[in-house]
């Protein structure tokens, strides 16, 4: 739909350049001949890169093109230099349609036109243009920062149950089958699977780590977060069948390189025919390894891929004769995947819930429930609706936001202070208004007293001057938000591309919310109206008297 309309309006922009073209040809306007023409060819450029964009490769890994990056730099400023080109030629057509309104917008809109002093034409664009950066600026940052925050909530969803059924001690719990039964007879709830956790260590033959690890059903797991499907390399169905991974074709991807380059497999040495059948047992990988799936920064971490072995030690084992001993378990890698936040890919690890049962000694037992619905945004809508079906007064439930308070709401704090903050900017860009409606009152203090002499009122020069002021900041705060809009969509389109190593994001996360670019203007509106009371009132005070006395 955005493409569309977007499309619609790069075809009637370059209608309306032309027709205005037309016109200043035989009006034989060489400077706006020019200025026009390069609108148009602005327009044709972002139309034709952007097609050739659709046809570039994906980037992957830390990959970098030189001549990608500066196709896609073009086609965004191409796009935002038509924009402003657009708006200028849309300006007298909107100050003609303001002259034919009423007496004093179309003495309002007539002084924005008119012959004044050099100072005075440069103060009136650096208002205009002030309030414009200014808008511009701040719906920028509050794109972007709008764009981390819901890049950070779509992979918290992605790798968390929307609403977690766990005991305030943290301690496992039996008799789960009935209460799964209960939650996905609830309208609205869309997944439901146990789970069990712990924490232990796991090494490989070059390097350890601390991780977590996560005991899941394969079969429902699918239906409440997103690890399927943020496989990178490997399988998931090789989490139940691990088997098939001593038997992995040469082609098979194992990992891919920081660049974005495929490992594969390839094909094994054979061993000799006449090798001691108990070295070939034991040089031979073991079938009856369960698998694991690991996330992309452990895998660096531990230097292994898919197919590798790798060992899980718990501090909490049996008792021995040396006291408790470390409880360990092979594994082999099955997947490795890449959720986009670099705690869950370098800490988290997931296997099969009844593996994870009996090496945590848990018997039937587990840890906790997640819970998917259909609104995110409204879980704690189901949180009554849950807490009545499971019946359990020992089982505590909590959506998401719940347990991520703090960080959204820092988030959402830092976001309202810097539209405080910029917001200020709007602010000090208004003085260029106040300047220049004094000067304008100084300026055409005949004219105002000739107005007046004529039976204008005090109100109506009150608003007459007013409604200048508000053109002015009207004509910065659409050039500002429009430009804005432009750029945010092209860098949310295109992308502004970053290091996956630096930033673990490889672009820039825009969102373009439209709610957001009207706030922007509101706000924006609001703080210029209000600049012009003081000048106008000035204005409105000027006796006749005062301003034809040296005349």
């Known amino acids: 739909m955005i493409v569309i309309l977007s499309a619609a309006v790069l075809v009637l922009g370059i209608v309306v350049l032309a027709v205005r073209l037309r016109r200043e ?5 060489r400077k706006r001949v020019i200025f026009y023409g390069l609108g148009m060819v602005f327009g044709l450029t972002f139309a034709g890169l952007s097609y050739f964009i659709s046809r570039l490769p994906a980037l992957r890994g830390t990959a970098f093109s030189l001549k990608d990056a500066v196709i896609r730099g073009c086609a965004i400023v191409s796009a935002v230099l038509f924009v402003l080109v657009l708006l200028s030629a849309l300006l007298p057509w909107l100050l003609d349609r ?29 208002s205009i243009c002030g309030v414009a950066l200014s808008s511009c600026a701040l719906s920028s940052v509050i794109s972007v920062m709008g764009g981390f925050s819901h890049d950070l909530k779509r992979k918290i969803l992605g790798n968390n149950a929307h609403i977690v059924i766990d005991t305030t001690s943290h301690d496992p719990w039996s008799g789960y089958d009935d209460v799964i039964t209960k939650l996905r007879a609830i309208p609205g709830v869309s997944g439901a699977t146990p789970v069990t956790h712990g924490e232990v260590m796991i090494s490989s033959p070059s390097n350890l780590a601390g991780v977590q690890v996560r005991g899941i059903d394969p079969g429902t797991i699918g239906g409440v977060i997103e690890l399927p499907n943020n496989i990178e390399v490997g399988k998931f169905e090789y989490l139940e069948h691990p088997e098939k991974l001593t038997r992995l074709p040469p082609d098979e991807v194992i990992g891919i390189g920081t660049h974005g380059e495929q490992y594969l497999k390839g094909t094994e040495l054979g061993l000799p025919d006449d090798i001691d ?3 070939r047992e034991a040089i031979a990988p073991k079938a009856s390894r369960p698998g694991i799936i690991i996330g992309r920064e452990l895998a660096k971490t531990l230097h292994v891929y898919v197919g590798d072995e790798v060992t899980l030690v718990s501090p909490l084992g049996d008792l021995g004769p040396m006291g408790v001993m470390p ?12 959720s986009g936040m670099y705690e869950y890919d370098a800490s988290h690890v997931y296997t099969n819930l009844d593996v994870a ?5 848990l018997g039937d037992k587990i ?15 189901w949180t009554p609706q849950v807490i009545a079906a499971i019946e359990r007064p020992d089982l505590r439930v909590r959506d998401w936001r ?15 202070a810097t539209f405080i903050i910029l917001s200020i900017a709007i602010i000090v860009a208004s003085f260029c208004i106040i300047c220049t409606l004094l000067l304008m009152v100084t300026e055409k203090g005949k004219e105002i007293a000739i107005l007046k002499a004529l039976g ?29 809009l432009a750029l945010c969509t092209g860098l949310k389109w295109f992308g502004l591309r970053l290091d996956p190593d630096v930033y673990y994001i490889d672009r820039l996360p825009i969102n373009v919310d439209p709610l957001d670019f009207l706030t922007v203007a509101v706000s924006a509106l609001t703080i210029c109206t209000l600049a012009t009371l003081y000048p106008a009132y000035a204005a409105s005070t000027l006796r006749p008297v005062d301003g034809l006395r040296y005349e």
């Open 25 to 29: 040809i035989a009006a034989r306007q």
């Open 98 to 126: 303001l002259e034919g309104r009423s007496f004093t917008s179309f003495v309002g809109a007539r002084h924005i036109r008119a012959q004044k002093s050099g100072f005075l034409t440069v103060i009136s664009v650096l």
């Open 277 to 279: 059948p108990a070295v």
């Open 327 to 338: 409880r360990t378990k092979k594994f082999r890698v099955a997947a490795i995947f890449y």
């Open 357 to 361: 049962e009996d090496y945590f000694a």
């Open 367 to 381: 840890h906790a429930i997640d819970v998917k619905v259909d609104d995110a945004e409204r879980a704690e809508l």
């Open 402 to 416: 719940e347990m991520n308070r703090n960080l959204f709401s820092a988030l959402k704090l830092e976001r309202f």
């Open 456 to 484: 204008a009122t005090d109100g109506s020069i009150l608003r007459v001057f007013m409604t200048e002021g508000i053109i002015i900041g009207g004509i910065g705060t659409i050039f500002g938000v429009a430009d804005a």
